[in-house]
T-cell receptor, first 111, second 113 residues
């Protein structure tokens, strides 16, 4: 079956620290991979996506590379800011419009 | 501006009562979805619809019902059969091609009185 596994949180970092949030997936076929971000009391917003193996998605300083050999899509940012505090969800989107989400990782960045 | 509108933002349900959550989109998307989010947990799919007048159960459909009479609208009814309805409900939509991203509404928080 299809599933997404994310590292558990919460994660607390100091401003300007390096961020990695791990995400691995199980899928048949060739899904696209996504990172979504959720701010308190709001819906999810797309952060970045990659549609095929070795693609790198990037946005607002965040990056993730679609690694088929390790079935991973880890999220990274070189220098986090207080405004990056949110919950981050890894997801895969599959033929037939089924989407599968990880459980989310809460990030808090302290000044 | 195009987007997805969910209403109300907060909703309270009494014991034995059915309540309906509204979801409207003006993105001209064919596919629409309802997800449930519990504190500290991921999103679980309740129902989804790929075209008007058609919908499929997701992983946790018991105690919920939907309709898709118009392309723009996908209301969710939480029935009295749903014994633990307190959660944050998210509506989403997408173009019906493989691997396209989801657009989300801002959610409805449902609580039991």
């Amino acid at each position: 079956g299809n599933s997404v596994t994310q590292m558990e949180g919460p994660v607390t970092l100091s401003e300007e620290a390096f961020l990695t949030i791990n995400c691995t997936y199980t899928a048949t076929g060739y899904p696209s991979l996504f990172w979504y971000v959720q701010y308190p009391g709001e819906g999810l917003q797309l952060l970045l996506k990659a549609t095929k193996a070795d693609d790198k998605g990037s946005n607002k300083g965040f990056e993730a590379t679609y690694r088929k050999e390790t079935t991973s899509f880890h999220l990274e940012k070189g220098s986090v800011q207080v405004s990056d505090s949110a919950v981050y969800f890894c997801a895969l989107g599959y033929t037939g419009n089924q989407f599968y989400f990880g459980t989310g990782t809460s990030l808090t960045v302290i000044p | 501006d195009g987007g997805i509108t969910q209403s109300p933002k907060y909703l309270f349900r009494k014991e034995g009562q059915n309540v309906t959550l509204s979801c409207e989109q003006n993105l001209n998307h064919d596919a629409m979805y309802w997800y449930r989010q519990d504190p500290g947990q991921g999103l679980r799919l309740i129902y989804y619809s790929q075209i008007v007048n058609d919908f499929q159960k997701g992983d946790i459909a018991e105690g919920y019902s939907v309709s898709r009479e118009k392309k723009e609208s996908f209301p969710l009814t939480v029935t009295s059969a749903q014994k633990n309805p307190t959660a944050f409900y998210l509506c989403a939509s997408s173009i019906t091609v493989p691997n396209e991203k989801l657009f989300f509404g801002s959610g409805t928080q449902l609580s039991v009185l």
